[in-house]
């Protein structure tokens, strides 16, 4: 059960990487930079993934509809007959892989340069002549629901309808502006006609940037990027590769020296997207700004904020970046279509912020304490370095000492990280045994678990979670759960990754870290399982205590994803549950009962779900149901916000002996202060105290096994 050897996996990367390269087929002409990417890629692939998919026919028309998919997402740019012309590569690209010349990028390389030009064209005609919000009519927000266009006639009527809602959307937005300042001193109001004038050229002004992307920056390399993304990510959503510059990006943000926000970007379209949000950041802090929000415009500590639809993620982080200290501006759009300008200060970005921290709880019964642990966190680069495991440690021993009757640990939106970390934290709470279990590609099964019988804290445990919980967070919340240990509360299930990836350089050492001069590929190579046999894989944890998680009706999590891997089992490890453990069955009950005579959940999840329907839902492009569409949004979004706050502030305050240094520094106060104003209206906490109360009040009297 101990942990595998930093010797061995060393070893097997430069192993791994050996044989990938000597696997890479060879021709009597030598290959482009492209085919030695494509196929050695392949072999990676077909030798180390986890569970590899067959490259076949059936593969390569997967990878033919996906690619064609992601170049031309909105289906404004390639026309069907297009993809009729490129289907004769559909079953070619496998032959491609394994050592064929490379057709299907080459031909589509051609076909998409002269429909981004005639696309240009198109816009330019449309943009220049004023649009009528009077006419019945809608957008189809979902390209899903739409076949690429049959001919021109049909791919203009496109255009022209994005580019009329576009304009709509910034015509509304001037018009509640002036309505707004008009009675303030000096204002000028505009006319209708010349608050729609401004408002086709913000369109403009977008639109050319994001053209001059298309012509300038997206350019081959980044193309084939996406294609063989589109092959790496066909094997797991979780297998991934990137090009040198974006590798040299992805460490920079693992390392964090620069000056930001904390956001992690990609392009989508003409959009710019956060994909993730690093712990600890200015975004982070806020609590504003999430995963799959879309960032509209950039602002600085004075001026008008910018519009950076049809920016790069480059062009859009060289905006976001500052010198430390200063204001940053960020307008996002929300999932459900809402608008939100969230202030921020830069700051420097390190892992070191991500640390863990607690408060305490007076539920008027009981002394609850709370850690919030938002990564499992280590360096092992550097041993003095912060480890989660030794910092929730001190905060459990602070917390005894402050005579608390009982612990939560919030996982919530903690996206994973060391798994030895992981081991190390549940043996916090356990005496020895298993804590999680590991298969290899070739079924081989490992343990790693907790030699040290002694257990830090033995009182009532409740482990947060949402279904933003993923990887390193669900191995400790199912551990805790199968011992017996603690009770899950949180979303019906946790988000489901129970894969690990290692990343393996193409060209230069071959050492298994960072990345060569071909780029990176993050291969998936490992699955985890619980003690109890059950994979993490797909289903994730499910909770003890269900409480309906503000993003389920996105359906974000990994079984949402088509090419996921599946959820399977391994034999039970030896394992010996917790003593006394909490009678589940009371607390379920006595919760059930609770959330019967308070609905919140059960409204949440009512309009949540509406909103994320209401993502796909076409847009009237007519004044008048356009704002009512919009308004409706925008109460929904008003009511889900109440009510994930309590009408009661829960009792929650800092340890004494934290305080001096809190108040020592003001941002540093500022952000507990914001942190403990969300702790005290927080619905989700409200209820977990609830649990643990009664929790608190079986103890001494708990059923033995």
């Known amino acids: 059960m101990k942990k595998l050897s930093l010797l061995y996996s060393a070893f097997f990367s430069i192993v791994i990487a050996t044989v990938f390269v000597a696997a890479t087929p060879l021709n009597e002409d030598p290959p ?40 031309d997402p909105s289906k404004r740019i390639l026309l069907e007959k297009d993809i009729i012309k490129l289907r004769k590569h559909e079953t070619m690209i496998d032959d491609e892989i394994h050592g064929a010349p490379l057709q299907f990028f080459n031909s589509s390389e051609e076909i998409y340069k002269n429909r981004i030009t005639e696309a240009e064209e198109i816009y330019k005609q449309f943009i220049e002549k004023p649009f009528e919000f009077t006419k019945d009519e809608t957008f189809e927000l979902d390209p899903d629901k739409i076949g690429f266009a049959s001919n021109e006639t049909e791919k203009k009527d496109r255009w022209r309808k994005y580019l009329k809602l576009q304009t709509l959307e910034r015509y509304n937005d001037l018009q509640e502006q002036q309505e707004k300042n008009k009675e303030k001193k000096d204002f000028v109001a505009k006319s209708d006609q010349e608050l729609e004038r401004d408002a086709r050229m913000k369109v403009k002004k977008a639109l050319d940037k994001y053209f001059d992307r298309l012509r300038n920056k997206f350019d081959e390399n980044q193309r084939f990027a996406l294609f063989v993304g589109a092959i790496t990510n066909e094997m797991d959503p979780h297998t991934d590769f990137f090009p040198p510059v974006e590798k040299r990006s992805f460490d920079e943000r693992l390392s964090g020296r620069f000056f930001g926000i904390g956001a992690l970007l990609q392009q989508e379209d003409d959009k710019i997207k956060i994909k993730t949000v690093t712990t600890g950041g200015p975004a982070w802090k806020s609590g504003e700004i999430q995963a799959n929000d879309y960032i509209v415009k950039v602002g600085q500590a004075t001026g008008e904020a910018e519009d950076i639809t049809g920016y790069t993620t480059t062009d859009a982080v060289m905006l976001i970046r ?16 809402t608008l939100k300008t969230v202030s921020m200060i830069r700051a420097e970005l390190k892992l070191d912020e991500t640390f863990a921290r607690s408060v305490v709880i007076n539920s008027g019964k009981y002394k609850i304490g709370l850690i919030d642990l938002p990564a499992f966190y280590a360096d092992f680069q550097r041993p003095q370095a912060a480890r989660c495991s030794q910092d929730v440690a001190k905060e459990v021993t602070r917390l005894k000492a402050e005579g608390v009757d009982g612990i939560i640990l919030d996982i919530r939106d903690n996206g994973g990280g060391s798994l030895q970390e992981v081991v190390n934290m549940v043996g916090l709470f356990i005496k020895t045994g298993p804590v999680v279990q590991i298969r290899d590609r070739e079924g081989r099964p490992s343990q790693m678990g907790d ?75 490992q699955k985890y399982y619980r003690v109890n046999g059950g994979a ?51 607390l379920q009950q006595k919760s059930k009962e609770r959330l019967a005579a308070n609905d919140v959940f059960t409204q949440i999840k009512d309009n949540t779900n509406v909103l994320a329907d209401n993502r796909k839902t076409a847009r009237s492009l007519e004044l008048k149901n356009y704002k009512a569409q919009l308004k409706e949004i925008k109460d929904i979004s008003t009511k889900v916000r109440g009510l994930t706050q309590t009408k009661d502030d829960l009792s929650v305050a800092n340890i004494a002996s934290d305080l001096t240094i809190i108040n020592s520094d003001s941002l540093k106060k500022d952000r507990n202060d914001f942190w403990l104003k969300y702790l005290k209206k927080d619905v989700y906490l409200n209820e977990t105290v609830n649990v643990m109360n009664d929790a608190i009040q079986q103890k001494g009297m708990a059923l033995k096994n």
């Open 32 to 71: 482009t930079k492209n085919e030695i990417i494509l196929r050695t890629v392949g072999a990676m692939l077909e030798q180390g993934h986890y569970s590899p998919k067959k490259i076949d026919d059936n593969f390569s028309k997967e990878i033919f509809a996906e690619y064609l998919k992601r170049l």
């Open 322 to 337: 500052g010198a430390e200290g200063t204001e940053v501006k960020i307008t996002v759009q929300k999932p459900d279509g």
């Open 451 to 525: 030699n040290d019988a002694s257990v830090l804290y033995d009182g009532p445990l409740v482990v947060m979670v949402n279904e933003r919980s993923a990887s390193a967070s669900e191995i400790f919340a199912s551990a805790i759960q199968d011992y017996k240990r603690g009770i899950v509360v949180g979303s019906s299930s946790t988000f489901g990754k129970g894969t690990v990836q290692r990343a393996f350089p193409l060209g230069g050492n071959g050492t298994g870290s960072g990345a060569g001069d071909l780029g990176a590929v993050h291969l998936t190579l």
């Open 536 to 586: 993490t894989q797909l289903k994730g944890v499910e909770s003890d205590i269900v409480l309906t998680g503000l993003y389920e009706a996105y359906k974000i999590s990994e079984r949402d994803d088509p090419n996921a891997l599946v959820w399977d089992e391994m034999p039970k490890a030896n394992y010996q549950t917790w003593t006394i453990a909490p009678d589940l069955t009371a």
